[in-house]
Structures are given as C-alpha cells and as structure tokens.
C-alpha cells in the first residue's frame, strides 16, 4: 500500500500491518495508506486483520503536525475522525492485532475495531489526552462512550488513565490478550472463525447497533471540526 502500510490476502481474510519504523503515528500519509488498504479489502470482500509493528500499535496523531498551526492541526482531526468512523462502519469484521502500546489514536483504533487482540508485556493502552495538555476531541469521547464500560468511561477519559494489556479487558480497550508469538495466529484463526458470518447481516446489524454513537460522532465532528 505504502512506505508504511502492508497488504497481504490469503483467501477470505486481509491483513494490513502498520510500520512506519517507529510508533506508527498517524501522519496524512499514514492515514491515507490505511485506507488505501481498507478500500483494497472492501473490494475483496475479506474480513480484516488490522496489526502494528511489534511493540507499538500505534502511538496516537503525529504530534508534529500539532505545532504546525490551526488548519493542519483540523484536517488530521477531520482525516483521524473519518478513519474511525470507517472502521466502526465497515462492512466486513475488523480484528485489532494490538502489538504493544495502543495510545491516543491508537486506543480509538482498538475501540472501533469489532475484535481486539492484545499482547502481554510492559505496554499502555488509553488515552493520555489530558496527561499531556491536550483537550480529548469530541469524536474520540463519542467514540469512548460506545465502547468502554461505563465504570471506566470517565477514569478513562477524564482521568486519562492508562492500562496494561490484562487490565485493559475490564474497561473494554481489548477483548483477549496472548503472547507476543501467538499474537497473529490468534488474529488470524478469529477472522477466519468471523469469516463465516452472513456478511450481509453483519454490516446491517453493525449499523443498527451503532447508529446512536455514529449520530452523536458526526454531530459533534461537524461541530468541532467542520466539513
């Protein structure tokens, strides 16, 4: 797909893995190849396994394009916005092969994902928004509150309380956490397992079950971010 982003298909299942050589910080131009790899997916009607690069996932927006003004700063929030609103969309399964550390973009990466894998070992995942100074974006609360347990939804957000991959389960960032070696197998023995669901009836329940939170995510998106 790119400099940063692979694509590899074996029959009805696509995995794309996320290495930009460092935290997978989600530039422009990582976003774009991302998608790039959901469109080629969409086409081949496969179930998608969405992995990082060992140790990270990935590590939030590129923090450099923060400093490089307003207008910037809005269209990686707009672009950031529509990615996840892809994936909670999308119309086939999306297992999250959560690598390592999954911070800021990545934890609403994994919370948009239909399956989350993580792995053991001396990682975070969450939100650290108000830890570093930054205000969390609506789009990101809306997409929290559809997700996360609601005893932890405040601590999570709020508190910008992070979590080691076991403790990460309860709040509702992952669903299962393996070894490091075990990692893409699992991933890849759950989409196949995903891959015999009526994939009709799965994109249609999947709307249903989240129209309220895409509703309130591209309200408040709108009103934050702009068009």
Known sequence: MGNS????R????STIIMDDGKVNAMSMSMMDEVNAALDQAERDEAVVILAGRPGVFCAGFDLVVF???HAPTMAMLRAGAA???RILTFPFPVVAACSGHGIAMGSFLLMCADYRIGVEGAFKIGMNEVAIGMTLPYFAIEIARQRLAPAYFSRATVLAELYAPEDAI????LDLVVPQEALLETAQHTAAMLAQLDMRAHAATKLRVRRSALDALRAMTDAELGG
């Open 170 to 173: 309860a709040p509702g960032f």
């Open 83 to 85: 990615l996840n609103e």
């Open 5 to 8: 982003v692979s694509y590899e």
């Open 10 to 13: 074996a029959e009805r299942v």
């Open 67 to 69: 400093k490089q003004g």
